[in-house]
Structure formats: structure tokens, C-alpha cells
């Protein structure tokens, strides 16, 4: 059989990151859900990654990380201010994501972000074979397609949005919205993570960009582009196996005993305020207050990992988060029994999934969320059947978790009633909507999301 072209991928983040400086510098992890999802697919099937290493200044030699050869893109320290944390997470993100912060449009972001969009793009074409597959991944990286087929028009390009596409009223805002729609209608095949994404953009990509066709494929420049819904997912088979592993088992019994055997609620996001954290402790308080739950029956856990810090709105985020845990835990914590346990850091896979494995009810309650893939990691854990997911309507994930208790975040009232369902509910409810979950999960799983998105563009 002939193999598969050599893949090379393009995301604004390496699997893992610089962090801190100087000699103190170590690598970890990259946080969310991209690396989450693209590492393990290129750990299975090898190929080039192009990212930036989370640092100012020259970037690292090329490597490798197993069957993963690294490059690393450089950023100085001012596109690290305008293109990072400007353009990218203070225009678009906010603005994709609903406008739930105030999007900001300056000019002086514009240019570097198109400076940066050049650099992923060379070392893309340098890296790729003649007729080579090349997959450009998520917001930051938008008018890379473009530039590729400039230099190499004999490449494959696949693009994906990892997090939403917003509708027409919101793009509309975006002074540069004609430049951003003709890089992405560069590539041969987009992806969105859901089909209201996908619509989204068929509509703008007509209006401003001048391009024609229908839901599935557009015509620009007599090349034909092909737009389409492939949801993401996650190794199931991997978190099947770490929940199973008997050290995890006896982490999560652990926690259990150390959380006096109380039902335990548990949220785990990016410390982003699309997360939806501040209303899903709201929540939790008032059902304290109104005494439908105590301490001495339920307790909170809230895993944050801390997420661009020097952005407007993540401080803000960070000290709301941490003032109404203080308060929540003055008024109702007990000797031994602490209502809300709050940790700021990332954790281990293991020891995540022994907190999945330890929770009771899993809060997923973000406001906007491209997918989501913890709420997917919850569900593949739990494999005696047991646990409630709560699931926010805006997720991307809701549209395929259909027997979670879906929930519309902002409506507190609703939250509430939900929170308590999930927290008495039945076994044999538990059992019988898991059930669903799982084989929702298990029949899509991160491998079958990047074979279904690369056999597309293949054809
Ligand atoms: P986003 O991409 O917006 O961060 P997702 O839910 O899609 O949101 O992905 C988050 C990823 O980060 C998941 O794979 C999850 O396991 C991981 N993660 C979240 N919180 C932590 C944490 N505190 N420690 C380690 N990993 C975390
Ligand atoms: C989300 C985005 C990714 C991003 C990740 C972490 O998952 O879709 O593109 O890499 O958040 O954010 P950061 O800004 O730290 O890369």
C-alpha cells in the first residue's frame, strides 16, 4: 500500500512551550485544545509541525519530538504584544466568541499579523514536498492559506477553525474582514466545528469576498473551495486507558476520601472568561444560600489552567474567579469540609483524569465554545457508566452530546435547577444517558475527525 503524503501542519503553538526565561526557561505542555487534539494524530501518523514556541526572540533549532519534527517560528517581542496578544486574542478572539468582551480594532495589529501570517507560510512552503499536504490550523493563522498557494500552488491546503465562526453581524465589524476571507479561501477544503460555523461563513465569504455556490463549495478565482462541518474529538482510546490504569484508580480514590466522601462537582477549563467560570460559582453559591445544597453533602472543584495573562479581560477573569471562591468559602467552608476547592495550574493527564474519574457532576458551562473537549475527556472516562455531564447549549461539543443536561449558562435560575437534577439524579438515568455519551464519543474519535478532514482533501 502506498503511504499517506508527508503532513505538515501549521498552528500558531508547538505541542509544547517555552515558559519563563533565561536559564530558568523549561518546556511544557502547550495548554487547549488544539495541541490536545493535533498531537495526538501527529504522534500516530508523524509529519512536520510549524508553531511558535511561546517565547520573544530567535526560535530553537529544528528537532524532534518522537515521530514529530519540530520548527519553530520566531516572534519578536513587539509581535508577541501586537500580532499575539493583539490582533489575535483582542480582536479576533473576543469577536468569534460572541463579542462577550469588547472586540478592539487597531490598525498598528493589522501589519504584524499579516508579518507573522508570512513567516508560518514560507516555513510551510519550505517544509512541504512538491504537491504536498499542508493543514493550517485555527484563527491566528488566517491569511496563511493564501500565501502558501502563492508560493507553492501545487500544494494540497486544508484549513480548520478550532472555535467559532460568527455570524455575519458580528464579522461584518472586522475592518479587514475582505483580506481575511480571501487567505482562508485559499485553501482547497475549510473545516468548521459545526455546521452553523460553516453557514456562517458560506454567507460572508459570498458578501465580502465575492465568492459564489453553495453550502458545501465555493467557487473564487475559477478554483473551487470546499467548506464543511467535521466536529473534533479526542484520543478515546487513550483516556480509556489512563482512567483504567490502577494508579489513576487509587489517585481518584484519593481524592475521594480527602473530599470526605461528598458528591464532588467539578469544572476544568482554560482560565478564559468564554468558560462561563463566574456564572457556574454563582450558581453553586446561591444554591449554598438557598440551602438546596450543603457542604456537607456537595463540594466544588475548579481546575483553571492559567491562559494569556497579559491580555485585557483574563486578569479580570482571574481576580473575579478568585473573589467569589473566597467568598463562597468564608461563608460556607467547614472544618474539613472547604466548599469550594480552587487549583491555578495545569495538571498532568493522569491526574486529570483521576479528578474525572472522581467527579460526580461535570460542569461544562462556557458562554462560547468551538467544541469543548473536556466535556468529551468526562464522558470517555467514566467507564462504570456513572456521572452527569452539564452542558452549555453554546458549546460546539452540545451539538453531538445530546444526552448531557444541556443548559443555557447565563440563565442562572436554570442553571441552579439543573445543577441540583444532576446532583440527585437516579443511577439508573446516569447509566442510561452515559451510555449515549459514549458511544457518541467513541464512534468519532480525534483519529476518525483528521481522517475524515484529510481523505477530503485527497480527493
Ligand atoms: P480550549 O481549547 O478552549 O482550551 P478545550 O476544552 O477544547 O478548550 O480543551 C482544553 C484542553 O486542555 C483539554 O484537552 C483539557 O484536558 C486540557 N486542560 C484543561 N485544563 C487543564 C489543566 N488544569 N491541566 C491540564 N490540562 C488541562
Ligand atoms: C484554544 C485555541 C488554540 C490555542 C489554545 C490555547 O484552544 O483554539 O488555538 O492554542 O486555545 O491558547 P494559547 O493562546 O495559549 O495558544
Not at 530558568?24 to 514556541?53: C, F, H, N, T, Y
Not at 530567535?58 to 493583539?86: M, Q
Not at 467560570?277 to 450558581?283: C, H, M, N, Q, S
Amino acid at each position: 500500500m502506498k503511504s499517506p503524503p508527508r503532513l505538515v501542519v501549521v498552528a500558531n503553538r508547538l505541542p509544547a512551550s517555552r515558559v519563563g526565561e533565561g536559564a530558568g526557561a523549561r518546556w511544557e505542555r502547550s495548554p487547549g485544545g488544539l495541541v490536545s487534539a493535533v498531537a495526538p494524530v501527529m504522534e500516530e501518523r508523524g509529519g512536520v509541525w510549524i508553531g511558535w514556541d511561546g517565547g520573544a526572540g530567535p526560535a530553537p533549532r529544528p528537532g524532534r519530538a518522537g515521530p514529530i519534527e519540530v520548527r519553530a517560528v520566531a516572534l519578536s517581542r513587539g509581535e508577541v504584544d501586537r500580532y499575539y496578544h493583539g490582533f489575535c486574542n483582542t480582536t479576533l478572539w473576543p469577536l468569534y466568541h460572541d463579542a462577550i468582551v469588547n472586540p478592539e480594532f487597531h490598525r498598528a495589529w493589522w501589519d504584524p499579523y499579516i508579518a507573522v501570517n508570512q513567516r508560518f507560510a514560507a516555513a510551510a512552503a519550505r517544509a512541504s514536498r512538491r504537491k504536498g499536504v499542508i493543514w493550517v490550523h485555527d484563527y491566528q493563522l488566517q491569511l496563511v492559506p493564501r500565501m502558501i498557494r502563492e508560493r507553492k500552488p501545487s500544494s494540497r491546503i486544508g484549513f480548520f477553525l478550532h472555535i467559532p465562526f460568527p455570524p455575519d453581524e458580528l464579522f461584518a465589524w472586522l475592518p479587514w474582514r475582505s483580506a481575511i476571507l480571501r487567505g482562508l479561501l485559499g485553501a482547497d477544503v475549510i473545516g468548521f466545528q459545526t455546521q452553523a460555523s460553516a453557514e456562517n461563513f458560506v454567507r460572508v465569504a459570498k458578501r465580502y469576498a465575492g465568492a459564489e455556490g453553495t453550502e458545501r463549495e465555493l467557487t473564487i478565482d475559477r478554483r473551487s473551495v470546499r467548506v464543511m462541518a467535521c466536529p473534533i474529538s479526542i484520543p478515546s482510546a487513550e483516556f480509556e486507558k489512563i482512567a483504567a490504569s490502577p494508579s489513576v484508580r487509587r489517585k481518584s480514590a484519593e481524592i475521594k476520601q480527602q473530599l470526605a466522601g461528598r458528591k464532588l462537582l467539578l469544572g476544568v477549563d482554560r482560565l478564559d472568561y468564554t468558560k462561563g467560570i463566574p456564572l457556574r460559582l454563582a450558581a453553586f453559591h446561591e444554591l449554598l444560600q438557598d440551602r438546596k445544597l450543603s457542604v456537607n453533602e456537595c463540594v466544588m472543584v475548579q481546575i483553571a489552567v492559567p491562559s494569556r495573562e497579559s491580555v485585557p479581560g483574563y486578569e479580570e477573569t482571574r481576580r473575579e474567579v478568585e473573589g467569589m471562591v473566597g467568598r463562597i468559602n468564608g461563608e460556607f467552608s467547614m472544618p474539613g469540609k472547604v466548599a469550594v476547592h480552587y487549583f491555578r495550574r495545569s495538571l498532568s493527564r493522569e491526574e486529570l483524569v483521576a479528578y474525572y474519574l472522581a467527579a460526580d457532576v461535570m460542569l461544562v458551562t462556557p458562554l462560547r465554545d468551538g467544541m469543548n473537549l473536556v466535556a468529551k475527556e468526562y464522558v470517555m472516562c467514566r467507564d462504570d457508566g456513572t456521572g452527569v455531564l452539564v452542558l452549555s447549549e453554546f458549546a460546539g461539543a452540545a451539538r453531538e452530546l445530546r444526552r448531557a443536561l444541556l443548559v443555557n449558562p447565563r440563565d442562572v435560575e436554570t442553571l441552579k435547577k439543573t445543577i441540583v437534577q444532576a446532583v440527585r439524579m437516579p443511577e439508573e438515568e446516569q447509566r442510561m444517558r452515559m451510555a449515549m455519551l459514549r458511544s457518541n464519543v467513541r464512534r468519532h474519535d480525534v483519529h476518525d475527525w483528521s481522517r475524515g478532514f484529510l481523505e477530503v482533501l485527497d480527493e
